[in-house]
């Protein structure tokens, strides 16, 4: 197992241990179950995939002589394979995932990169997002002088869509996106794995992680995303918590936090239900954020993803400060978490704690699937649908709307 579990100052005394139980003990995981069996919830079951990495390690062949690769896509198109990638930060190419629309953000970029040694990875599911479209327009603009045959890979719907048709009249190579997995359940996907093995990371080992945790959520009585779904669901419907604040000790797991609260909200915030995620870093937001989880209003459940830092880093020789000799980065990072987390419960906040020895490949595809099965078990506890936006659907048309006029 990549990971372990602990829920703390959660349980309220008997009548609440009885009422959760009743959420485990749901027809929540059976569902689910069922749904995997019979090959409803494809986008786990790409875990147990290996026949499509060829193609990708050849597609990415195409790219990878260059010096950077500009990422384009939003959302879901873009947050998995940047929560992957930055496990390998000094990889060749450069990766800049560009997720948002800033001018000022391009201009800056097209200024430092050589147009001639960078290539473009463009990924939509829909092939219609504008964003992305408006992106690679403007890339291919300043890419026309120096040629943009060979030099752009596109990931979308095979369906004739803009940015397929776009692809066909160029010749680009152009990859199916699976229509039917949501761009925020992609990343074991063609999304996640072309970045990744860009990056030089190791896609077996990604999903792998992630086959042996669905594996275990497939075949334990009370497995640990079951446990988190119910505690979520209970812990709002009946101690008003609804914000769920992910709280990991480790940088490499920013971007995560980004996917997580991206994969959390758009699926689960529907018909008025819904609990709202927050996205905070160890220890950066103990000198920012933790004064209000401590004194301020008690409608929040912590996650905190704790690695094993104790040791890690050059040992301090100098006395000056007595607490710190002998002492490392990881020992005073791992005592930072460990304080953060037993003052949360010590003030009745319900904390969870996710231990893990290591972040890789294989521990982030373990985190993800997860995450992605706690809120698929939770859409079925509070009765939505985890795979629709319809809202963020019409502020698309309306956007549209607005452009053209």
Known sequence: MR??????GCYLGNADKAILHTFIKSQAIDTFRRAVKEGKLPALSLTNQLEDIDLYKKTCAQLKDYEDVL?????????????????APDSKPRLHFLDNVDPTTFSHLFQKIDLKKTGI????????????????????????????????????????????KLAESHNWTCLDHPQDVGGRYSCFSVVGLLPAILAGLDPIAFRKGGHDVLKQHLE?????????????????NHHQKTISVMLPYADQLSFFSGWYCQLWAESLGKDGKGITPIRALG??????????????PKDKVFTIIAPSWKGQGDKIQDSSIPELKNKTMGDLF?????????????????????????????????LMMHFMIETILTSYLIGVNAFDQPAVEAGKRLAKEYLAA
């Open 283 to 296: 220890t950066v937001d103990q000198h920012s954020q933790l004064q209000l989880y401590l004194q301020g």
């Open 220 to 236: 334990e009585d009370c497995p640990p995303a079951l446990e988190g779904a119910a505690m979520a669901v209970y812990l709002e």
């Open 334 to 366: 791992e005592a930072e978490q460990r304080a953060t987390y037993e003052t949360l419960i010590r003030n009745d906040c319900p904390t969870r704690l996710i231990s893990i020895q290591s972040i890789d490949e294989a521990t982030l595809g373990a």
């Open 71 to 87: 990422i384009l896509g939003t959302g879901g198109s873009s947050l998995g394979g940047k929560s992957l990638c930055v496990l």
């Open 121 to 164: 990875l463009a990924i939509s599911k829909s092939g219609s997002t504008i964003e992305t479209l408006c992106q690679l327009l403007t890339c291919m603009q300043h890419f026309e002088k120096v040629g943009l045959k060979d030099r752009i890979v596109v990931v979308t719907e095979p369906t004739q869509n803009p940015l397929r």
């Open 3 to 8: 990971y372990t579990q602990q829920l703390d």
